[in-house]
């Protein structure tokens, strides 16, 4: 099975957060899928190419849905990143969320730079 970073695990629980799914695949390529199935085709069937990402895993059900990725992950995430709609993922679960200052002033600064690259 692929080797996944904290990076692309990040995306990943983001972006399967946001599609209210439980689990992602991620492809060799950087490529996230709700369907293993997806996933597998787009790897030429090798499942060595492909990893799982467990959304459901990294929440906390004690006191509501919280994320359990540090802030430093989170910004470090989003200096990554390098889509605007990436970053509002990340920006729209931090605010459901901890609403932490240092990732939604980590997160509007990197949508400036990507918007204006100069």
């Known amino acids: ?5 904290t ?3 990040n995306k990943g629980i983001e972006i399967g957060r946001k599609l209210g799914q439980s689990k992602m695949w991620i492809n060799e390529k950087g490529e996230y899928f709700t ?10 069937s090798n499942k060595d190419k492909i990893g799982l990402i467990e959304v459901t895993a990294e929440v906390e059900k004690s006191e509501g849905t919280t994320e359990t990725s540090t802030a430093a992950e989170l910004i470090a995430a989003i200096d990554a990143a390098t889509d605007v709609v990436d970053v509002q993922a990340i920006l729209d679960a931090e605010n459901a969320g901890k609403k932490r200052k240092t990732v939604l002033d980590a997160g509007a600064a990197r949508i400036v730079t990507l918007n204006d690259p100069e």
């Open 7 to 9: 990076e692309q695990k």
């Open 35 to 44: 369907s293993e199935n997806f996933a597998l085709i787009s790897a030429g």
């Open 1 to 5: 099975m692929l080797k996944i970073t």
